[in-house]
């Protein structure tokens, strides 16, 4: 079979294993246990390290390092101004350029930022959410450039934006006018980037600012349900654009409610998109998702135990059928990852893959009395929250009235009130404290970056056809006010050298911006 890993499938003491363990099948409707029927047999995970800080030019050194090493696919990491719409030399992103990821303004960083890379074999993912649009127009202009079409290109955009509003922050725009740009690039990639997934919805911010991993399900679908309405609402057929849809999860230190977890999300996924929108293709029901460790998990103090808590969370996305997998570096919680911890956390999804079997057998843990019970009440409680949640109008009428907020706050309110008082042990934090004198060495982003870069701009902003930058901006604000799709006047202003903030500054002129009410 074309992509087959191996034809003995044996333990280590020889004794031949099942495809599936139990009855049940995989790669059919509900997916409960995986959406593809010989899983990690035939294709493994994606190994999709994310990575970005300072420079393009010092980003793409580390993309080429990380796949040189064995990673499959690429992830960037964007600095706090780039996420936020804002140029480098924005007097807001003074120092903040390049210090929680890589510094993006114009398609000339784009540019270093890939050169080397073969866009048409390699997939990339981008954690990019309001400027969306933008980031996504630059790598189709540089795929272009270096001679691979619209067509070929692979990957996924975040552009999740209501989780934004729900536990994250770096929003832009009004949800209404949010919701259109993401409707836009729907639209676009389903006639002009075939193999682009559209919107990565994610759980893992909800994860990370608190919630319980039953909220982690229930506010993430029903974010889905809602981008799925607006896509249809819009004109959009629902199997045009539901197959490109992606799903992103955290993955915490609770070994088997996680593995629960996502066996739950699989099945609910199908039971809600098929009973409320009937697609025709089976792909439009399957939940596809990238996994990432909980980076909240993690702790300054004896920070190599973190490689354990890696490892287990790691070993609990695989059992759970992830399509792709991050592991984080062990020293996160004190500053960027060194070369060295980015190796080791790579090394880490290897050593799962190919020397612990676990690999080797569909749904390992599928059968399981715990693991049933645990899907099952994950699956019953988190329907129950959808339904509540499409009681108060859906998941954009909730999130304008601050619940998921709410209960998201008072979740993570219970578990901290656990670990002060010692009812849940944290090591090195609670239990198992030390004295520790020495730190690990850490990666320092360049100092400099933030007048490298204003100067560059500075450069460009004199070099360009200014005559030009004025009427794609222009048309930015003229198609912002009207219905027609505007990605592809942000393509024909990044090629006339429009900058990431320029674009955003002409969009807010008609969407406006957005502060959410406080007391949540």
Known sequence: MPGQRNEDWRTLGGIELPKIAGPDTSGCPPYTRGIHDTMYRSRLWTMRQYAGFSSAEETNERFKLLLE?????????????????????????????????????????????????????????MTINAPAMILLAMYVVVAEENGVSKSQIKGTIQNDILKEYIARGTHIFPPKESMRLITDIFEFCSDSIPLWNTISISGYHIREAGSTATQEVAFTLSNALAYVQAAIDKGLEIDSFAPRLSFFFNCHNDFF?????????RKLWHDLVTE??????????????????????LTAQQPINNVARVTIQALAAVCGGTQSLHTNSYDEALGLPTEESATV???????????????????????????????????????????????????LTAIENGFQQREIHEAAWAHLNQVESGERKIIGVNH????????PDLLTPDPDLWKKQTKKLENLREKRDNHKVKHSLEMIEKIAKSDENLFPYVIDALRNDCTLGEIINAMKKVFGTYMAPSGF
Do not use: W
């Not at 409610?257 to 999300?265: D, G, H, N, Q, Y």
């Not at 409320?276 to 998990?297: D, E």
């Not at 690999?359 to 599928?366: F, T």
């Open 257 to 265: 409610e996680e593995i629960s977890k996502f066996r739950a999300a």
């Open 432 to 439: 198992g404290v030390l004295e520790e004198e020495e730190m």
């Open 345 to 395: 956390a790579l090394r880490t999804q290897q050593i799962i893959a190919e020397e612990s079997g676990v690999a080797s057998v569909v749904d390992p843990l599928g059968g399981s009395h715990l693991v049933e019970m645990l899907t099952n009440t994950i699956y019953d409680e988190a329907k129950s929250k959808i339904e509540e949640i499409e009681n108060m109008g859906g998941s």
């Open 276 to 297: 409320r929108f009937s697609p025709t293709n089976p792909k439009s029901s399957m939940l596809r998702f990238h996994t990432q460790v909980a980076g909240v998990s």
């Open 69 to 125: 090493r064995g990673q499959k696919g690429l992830s960037v990491a964007f600095d706090l101004p780039t996420q936020l719409g804002l140029d480098a030399d924005d007097e807001m992103s003074e120092g903040e350029v390049g210090k929680v990821g890589v510094s993006i303004s114009c398609l000339d960083d784009m540019r270093i930022l890939l050169e080397g890379i073969p866009l048409d074999k390699v997939s990339t993912s």
